[in-house]
């Protein structure tokens, strides 16, 4: 590469959107226009690689979508990019553009596109973990996750005033993909009565036994009530409503199932998951200075780090087990009506 050859660095979003997005393309893009590099964006997650679409991002693109939801560059899931053949077609692409770092922001299944992207593509590969599912190891929280928290609780705390009103049961699904981090919580913020999570799942027969006499036991010490139990997603067979379903024919126990959705995933982010991304961005251009490749930039301890991308998709990451343990002793107002009736 000449003196007079820009450094070209390439950004995309994939996978499940997550607030925050945007202001991490903003701080990668404006940490790399400061280090005179030139800054494309491909369009539609790894669709963007494979059909060479991108927009050319400067500052006057990125100057005014710190605050948005979603993403600029638009995302999306490319079941396409699982084969060899277009893996090396992307790789192809980038080198006939003479994209030098790709920073990809999105999840586990981004990372592991990566993965399979460094067999065919000779240049940086930098990851910045973008979900709201918290499900990336090495990392303390994800761009998106404390927004999705947040939007989560203020939907279900609208539930509870209707079953305050009907004294009613709600079964209420968060999403999470296969991680309890969001049920837990947003159970726990939103005092759920009960929180069923990857962690503490057991099988169906068993919940529900324990469901029921939960509820028994509540209502025996309260009298007819409000009663919230979040539920994490792809736990129960069949999902909530055939929760409810169950219930109704193992106890008679008349359930409201409502799933909360998209919603989750949109919105204005937090101020908390402005300032992570802008963080991560301006150490994903660092990285790509120091000539790192195939990590994901993350925050350990308020530290910003380096994970390998294959230590990030190892899964060994676990909710806080502490507040897991406190949701079902101390906070258990089921133990503790049983207790007064003793």
Same mark, same amino acid.
């Given at each position: 590469?000449?003196?007079?050859? *820009?450094?070209?660095?390439?950004?995309?979003?994939?996978?499940?959107?997550?607030?925050?997005?945007?202001?991490?393309?903003?701080?990668?893009?404006?940490?790399?226009?400061?280090?005179?590099? &030139?800054?494309?964006?491909?369009?539609?997650?790894? =669709?963007?690689?494979?059909?060479?679409? =991108?927009?050319?991002?400067?500052?006057?693109?990125?100057?005014?979508?710190?605050?948005?939801?979603?993403?600029?560059?638009?995302?999306?899931?490319? *079941?396409?990019?699982?084969?060899?053949?277009?893996?090396?077609?992307?790789?192809?692409?980038?080198?006939?553009?003479?994209?030098?770092?790709?920073?990809?922001?999105?999840?586990?299944?981004?990372?592991?596109?990566?993965?399979?992207?460094?067999? =065919?593509?000779?240049?940086?590969?930098?990851?910045?973990?973008?979900?709201?599912?918290?499900?990336?190891?090495?990392?303390?929280?994800?761009?998106?996750?404390?927004?999705?928290?947040?939007?989560?609780?203020?939907?279900?705390?609208?539930?509870?005033?209707?079953?305050?009103?009907?004294?009613?049961?709600?079964?209420?699904?968060?999403?999470?993909?296969?991680?309890?981090?969001?049920?837990?919580?947003?159970?726990?913020?939103?005092?759920?009565?009960?929180?069923?999570?990857?962690?503490?799942?057991?099988?169906?027969?068993?919940?529900?036994?324990?469901?029921?006499?939960?509820?028994?036991?509540?209502?025996?010490?309260?009298?007819?009530?409000?009663?919230?139990?979040?539920?994490?997603?792809?736990?129960?067979?069949?999902?909530?409503?055939?929760?409810?379903?169950?219930?109704?024919?193992?106890?008679?126990?008349?359930?409201?199932?409502?799933?909360?959705? =998209?919603?989750?995933?949109?919105?204005?982010?937090?101020?908390?998951? &402005?300032?992570?991304?802008?963080?991560?961005?301006?150490?994903?251009?660092?990285?790509?200075?120091?000539?790192?490749?195939?990590?994901?930039?993350?925050?350990?301890? &308020?530290?910003?780090?380096?994970?390998?991308?294959?230590?990030?998709?190892?899964?060994?990451?676990?909710?806080?087990?502490?507040?897991?343990?406190?949701?079902?002793?101390?906070?258990?107002?089921?133990?503790?009506?049983?207790?007064?009736?003793?």
């Amino acid at each position: 590469m000449s003196e007079n050859t *820009p450094f070209v660095l390439g950004i995309l979003t994939s996978g499940g959107d997550a607030p925050g997005m945007n202001a991490a393309i903003r701080s990668c893009t404006l940490s790399a226009l400061q280090s005179g590099f &030139r800054v494309i964006g491909f369009t539609h997650g790894f =669709y963007g690689l494979l059909d060479k679409t =991108y927009i050319d991002l400067d500052e006057s693109t990125v100057r005014d979508i710190i605050h948005c939801g979603g993403t600029i560059l638009k995302s999306a899931r490319c *079941p396409e990019f699982k084969t060899a053949e277009n893996q090396q077609r992307a790789a192809n692409n980038l080198h006939d553009l003479n994209v030098n770092a790709l920073i990809v922001i999105g999840g586990d299944g981004s990372f592991n596109g990566m993965l399979k992207l460094s067999h =065919y593509y000779t240049g940086q590969l930098i990851g910045l973990p973008g979900t709201i599912d918290n499900d990336i190891d090495g990392t303390d929280h994800t761009i998106g996750f404390a927004t999705a928290v947040e939007t989560a609780i203020q939907a279900v705390d609208k539930i509870r005033d209707t079953a305050d009103a009907f004294e009613r049961i709600f079964i209420i699904e968060v999403m999470g993909r296969h991680s309890g981090f969001l049920a837990l919580n947003v159970g726990i913020a939103s005092a759920a009565e009960q929180i069923i999570t990857f962690e503490n799942f057991e099988n169906p027969g068993k919940e529900l036994q324990k469901i029921a006499e939960h509820i028994a036991l509540c209502k025996k010490q309260r009298g007819l009530s409000s009663y919230l139990i979040v539920a994490a997603e792809n736990l129960w067979p069949g999902g909530v409503s055939q929760l409810a379903e169950d219930l109704a024919n193992y106890a008679n126990i008349r359930c409201t199932p409502c799933i909360l959705g =998209y919603i989750q995933r949109g919105g204005a982010p937090l101020a908390k998951d &402005r300032i992570l991304a802008t963080k991560l961005g301006i150490g994903a251009v660092e990285a790509v200075i120091d000539n790192k490749t195939l990590i994901m930039i993350g925050e350990s301890n &308020r530290q910003t780090c380096q994970i390998p991308l294959t230590q990030a998709v190892a899964h060994q990451k676990t909710v806080n087990k502490a507040l897991l343990a406190a949701q079902e002793s101390v906070l258990d107002i089921a133990k503790l009506a049983k207790s007064h009736l003793m």
